[in-house]
């Protein structure tokens, strides 16, 4: 009881002044009622009470009134109190949502196409980001690419569907300098951190070698604030390294022309990774793997991010109004008369509570009243803000007035053509990169390209469209390059084929030319 009585408080106050009205509305009212008798229009007021003798039907009436008045000034009172919102618990409300960091270092070097592991090493490690990107379901993500050097394929962001789009074109072949600079990896993961205003992340090196001379480099560059793990792919028993189109046909060698075999040496690996505190765990075929890198944290870190989660919750008081409604059931039956319910009925609609039919087959269609109620306290705008914040995109798209916002909810929801039609209606950077963005995910390659070069021309600082636009034209390249292996594979195919039919009709020619000597012979003995 103590609780309640030092908790008790009312969270809209204000409303609290409109209780001096409910009188106001009473005197007024009455003042009607007297002016609206039919007899005042013909009989002179002063004549009145001495023609009407039937008191008994006016100490009716007039008792009739005065409990409809005073159902009205009860009615008022309790309405007033509460829309003031009266409050004395509270609940926890998360202010935004989780927004730690997870930066993705990918080892483009030569030795990721070894085929140790069915498929390859460099495949196996792109469906294994595959599965990573699907299993966050918040939280901010980036990918970096690095063999002779280090570029970031995705900065620090939630549209996790991108990257995903984006895997199919990293491969070794594609970076322009060949080895394996981790530190230059380290050096970008720091850079993705200071943009984003970002001190703690968690980073997982996806990869088949670190040396132990590149472990120093890599702890003394990256940032202490980082969580560090190792995601390894290969054997013990390693494999040659197959050479990739542009080159030719076989595998990599070395300068004395013995051919390359390269092995994933796990115990030593383990063994250079844990003077650092960094755990190395190989790649598994399920997700066991995936699901340890994710939920493993250093104690320091786990602490951190406890905190960062603390700042973002508040105490939300509950608001008890709601329950102030089912005293207004019986004034509302003492105060049945001509008009005064519909007055009662405006007065508590905004009280009416919120239901929910949740696992219903058959749900009562109320969506035209949770329209009036959503209307109550929010314009349209902020119902779609609150419905594309939900996950409710297609909902949002329907209701935001801004083209660009329609285009952003269109894009959320996989409507990549209505999407990409939206970011068109705008003359900004920032429209074009999000319509090439689209376009990438329905295919078409060449107006993607085109979209990141007009974002680049109004931006050329922008870092996020000159990354997507070398992504893409990487991958036109190996779509073309795959079309035109297809060609000649076909060409060869066929010309084989002709060569085979060519070398039957000769052996059919002479086989003929055989049986008429033969025959020849016979007629001569």
């Keep these: 009881m103590n609780e309640f009585i030092h908790n008790f408080h009312f969270i809209r106050p204000l409303f609290l002044l409109l209780l001096p009205l409910a009188f106001f509305a009473v005197i007024a009212l009455r003042k009607n009622q007297a002016s609206n008798s039919s007899w005042n229009q013909v009989i002179d007021k002063n004549l009145l009470p001495h023609l009407l003798n039937d008191n008994n039907s006016a100490a009716i009436k007039s008792s009739y009134q005065t409990t409809a008045n005073i159902s009205l000034i009860s009615l008022w009172i309790i309405a ?32 990721m196409y070894a085929e140790d592991q069915k498929p ?14 699907q299993q966050r379901e918040e939280g901010l993500t980036a990918l970096i690419a690095y063999s002779g050097d280090a570029h970031v394929v995705s900065p620090l962001t939630d549209d996790t569907e991108t990257i995903a789009t984006l895997l199919p074109a990293l491969e ?54 980082v969580d560090m793990s190792i995601l390894t792919f290969g054997t013990q028993a390693g494999a040659p390294i197959p050479l990739p189109a542009p080159f030719k046909e076989g595998f990599l060698k070395t300068n004395n022309g013995q051919t390359v075999i390269t092995s994933l040496n796990l115990s030593q690996l383990q063994s ?35 905190n960062s989660q603390q700042q973002r919750e508040f105490d939300l008081w509950l608001d008890k109004g709601h329950l102030l409604s089912l005293l207004l059931i019986p004034l509302l039956l003492l105060s049945f008369r001509r008009g005064f319910i519909l007055t009662a009925l405006i007065l508590i609609m905004p009280l009416l509570p919120d239901n929910s039919y949740a696992e219903t087959e058959n749900p009562p269609s109320n969506s035209v009243w949770q329209q009036r109620w959503n209307n109550l306290w929010n314009n349209q705008d902020q119902q779609a803000q609150q419905a ?45 990169y999000n319509r090439g ?31 997507n636009k070398a992504l893409i034209e990487a991958l036109k390249k190996q779509q073309e390059e795959q079309e ?40 001569d003995q």
């Design 272 to 306: 250079s990774a844990a003077q650092y505190g960094i755990k190395v765990i190989n790649s598994t075929v399920d997700d066991t793997d995936i699901k340890k890198l994710l939920s493993d944290q250093h104690t320091l870190n786990a602490r951190e991010i406890k």
């Design 120 to 133: 390859s090493r460099i495949i196996a490690a792109r469906r294994k980001i595959s599965d990573i990107l």
């Design 80 to 111: 007033c109190i509460a829309l003031a919102g009266p409050t004395w618990q509270q609940i926890k409300q998360p202010i935004v949502k989780k927004q730690d960091a997870l930066i993705l270092v990918l080892d483009l070097s030569l030795s």
């Design 172 to 225: 070794p072949k594609i970076m322009p300098k060949y080895g394996s600079n981790l530190n230059a990896a380290m050096l970008e993961a720091n850079k993705l951190l200071k943009n984003a205003v970002m001190n703690n992340a968690k980073l997982i090196l996806l990869t088949d070698e670190v040396k132990a001379s590149q472990f120093t480099k890599a702890v003394a560059t990256l940032n202490p604030n």
């Design 388 to 432: 594309f914040n939900q996950g409710d995109h297609t909902q949002a798209a329907s209701q935001f007035d801004d083209e660009q916002w329609q285009a952003s909810s269109q894009y959320k929801a996989g409507n990549y053509e209505q999407a990409a039609t939206g970011f068109a209606q705008a003359n900004s950077a920032n429209a074009d």
């Design 484 to 523: 035109q292996q297809e060609n000649q594979d076909g060409e060869e195919g066929q010309e084989g084929q002709e060569g085979e039919e060519g070398e039957e009709g000769e052996e059919g020619e002479e086989g003929e030319e055989g049986q008429e000597s033969d025959q020849q012979d016979q007629g």
């Design 437 to 467: 963005n689209a376009l990438s995910h329905l295919g078409k390659l060449d107006e993607a390209i085109k979209a990141y070069d007009q974002a680049l021309s109004k931006d050329p600082d922008m870092k996020d469209a000159k990354a």
